[in-house]
């Protein structure tokens, strides 16, 4: 079995829903700190054609494992993200199909897990890109340890007989910790398609609301299809 670990981002980027789909199980790491200022809780869209941050403000005290962060209900935090996601899809051919992705937005309780949310919006934009792949969060694997230890443990945990790393994994891994378990380890590396966005120059790496919001549905699991699956 081929897994991926990757953190619970917001609004993920088609790289992360590219990485989950070529997978047969998502270990959502969860049980690590929160990083400040990083992609757990915000991601950027299109506005007017100009790269703008989603934001969801959180509670987050240094070393609160991402677990543990909890959505702060800062005044008015849903009405301008509201606004935002509905600019971003204005004049795209998601325009009129906003509100399935808002309802998970509305969802979300105050004080609320912001993992919980992040995985919310994770599966509905999966389910738009046609991936099916199931998910288990490393706050309930009774694993611990950091960096190749940790992934290791996670891997044995759930079975996986391969494990499939980010490029980033070629500086941190020890490779031979897996091989002592009889874990594969591949790296992939996505090759981010272009698509109309309305504006020039293309802006990559955005969330996968972008392409979802600007193409047909059919038009969108073949994005995910970019990638090249490299030995250790």
Same mark, same amino acid.
């Not at 007017?48 to 677990?67: D, K, M, Q």
């Not at 800062?74 to 004049?91: E, N």
């Given at each position: 079995?081929?897994?991926?670990?990757?953190?619970?981002?917001?609004?993920?980027?088609? *790289?992360?829903?590219?990485?989950?789909?070529?997978?047969?199980?998502?270990?959502?790491?969860?049980?690590?700190?929160?990083?400040?200022?990083?992609?757990?809780?915000?991601?950027?869209?299109?506005?007017?054609?100009?790269?703008?941050?989603?934001?969801?403000?959180?509670?987050?005290?240094?070393?609160?494992?991402?677990?543990?962060?909890?959505?702060?209900?800062?005044?008015?935090?849903?009405?301008?993200?509201? *606004?935002?996601?509905?600019?971003?899809?204005?004049?795209?051919?998601?325009?009129?199909?906003?509100?399935?992705?808002?309802?998970?937005?509305?969802?979300?309780?105050?004080?609320?897990?912001?993992?919980?949310?992040?995985?919310?919006?994770?599966?509905?934009?999966?389910?738009?890109?046609?991936?099916?792949?199931?998910?288990?969060?490393?706050?309930?694997?009774?694993?611990?340890?950091?960096?190749?230890?940790?992934?290791? *443990?996670?891997?044995?945990?759930? *079975?996986?007989?391969?494990?499939?790393?980010?490029?980033?994994?070629?500086?941190?891994?020890?490779?031979?910790?897996?091989?002592?378990?009889?874990?594969?380890?591949?790296?992939?590396?996505?090759?981010?398609?272009?698509?109309?966005?309305?504006?020039?120059?293309?802006?990559?790496?955005?969330?996968?609301?972008?392409?979802?919001?600007?193409?047909?549905?059919?038009?969108?699991?073949?994005?995910?299809?970019?990638?090249?699956?490299?030995?250790?």
């Amino acid at each position: 079995m081929r897994v991926t670990i990757h953190q619970p981002e917001h609004l993920p980027w088609l *790289g992360l829903l590219a990485k989950v789909a070529a997978s047969d199980l998502w270990i959502v790491l969860d049980s690590v700190p929160y990083r400040k200022n990083y992609f757990q809780n915000r991601n950027r869209v299109l506005v007017n054609g100009r790269p703008t941050w989603l934001t969801v403000p959180v509670t987050a005290p240094f070393g609160t494992r991402i677990c543990d962060v909890r959505i702060c209900e800062a005044p008015f935090w849903r009405r301008r993200y509201r *606004g935002r996601l509905v600019q971003a899809a204005s004049g795209t051919q998601a325009a009129h199909r906003t509100e399935g992705l808002l309802s998970v937005i509305d969802a979300a309780p105050p004080a609320g897990s912001l993992a919980d949310l992040n995985l919310d919006l994770a599966d509905y934009l999966l389910s738009q890109f046609d991936v099916k792949v199931p998910t288990v969060r490393s706050s309930e694997l009774d694993v611990t340890g950091s960096k190749s230890e940790l992934i290791v *443990g996670l891997c044995r945990a759930a *079975g996986a007989d391969e494990y499939l790393a980010g490029p980033s994994g070629r500086d941190y891994l020890t490779l031979d910790a897996f091989a002592e378990h009889g874990i594969r380890v591949r790296f992939f590396d996505f090759d981010h398609p272009t698509y109309a966005q309305g504006h020039a120059p293309f802006v990559p790496c955005l969330s996968a609301l972008d392409a979802w919001s600007r193409l047909d549905p059919a038009k969108l699991p073949p994005l995910l299809s970019g990638y090249r699956l490299r030995a250790s």
